[in-house]
C-alpha cells in the first residue's frame, strides 16, 4: 500500500502563488509517473499536471507556462508550483501515483484564488 499525503494549499489572491506538495509513504518499490488534479464546484475532476518517472511532465493546455510539476524520486515527492494563480484555479487539488500498476490517490487539498 501506498499513502500519500498533500501539503501547501490555502487562499491567495489573484496572481499570487503557491507550492503545492505530495509526499508518498507506505511499501514502495518504484513510483513510475507522479499526477496533479484538481476538481472544482460542480465540474468533473481534470488533470492539471503529470510527470515521468525521469521528469518529463505534461500540462493541461490552462495551466501551461504558470505551473511546473518537478519531483525528488529519492523522497517520493512530488511538487506543483502554481503561478500567476487566477480565480478559475479554484479547486481541491488531488496527486496520485502509478506503482506496480496500481493507481493511489491522496485525499486533496483546498486551494482557493480570490479575485
Known amino acids: 500500500q501506498v499513502q500519500l499525503v498533500e501539503s501547501g494549499g490555502g487562499l491567495v489572491q489573484a496572481g499570487g502563488s503557491l507550492r503545492l506538495s505530495c509526499a508518498a509513504s507506505g511499501s514502495i518499490f518504484s513510483i513510475n509517473t507522479m499526477g496533479w488534479y484538481r476538481q472544482a464546484p460542480g465540474k468533473q475532476r481534470e488533470m492539471v499536471a503529470t510527470?515521468?518517472?525521469?521528469?518529463?511532465?505534461n500540462y493541461a493546455d490552462s495551466v501551461k507556462g504558470r505551473f511546473t510539476i518537478s519531483r525528488d524520486n529519492a523522497k517520493n515527492t512530488s511538487y506543483l508550483q502554481m503561478n500567476s494563480l487566477k480565480p478559475e484555479a479554484t479547486a481541491v487539488y488531488s496527486c496520485?501515483?502509478?506503482?506496480?500498476?496500481?493507481?493511489?490517490w491522496g485525499q486533496g487539498t483546498q486551494v482557493t484564488v480570490s479575485s
Open positions: 496520485n501515483v502509478l506503482h506496480l500498476g496500481n493507481v493511489y
Open positions: 510527470i515521468t518517472w525521469g521528469g518529463v511532465g
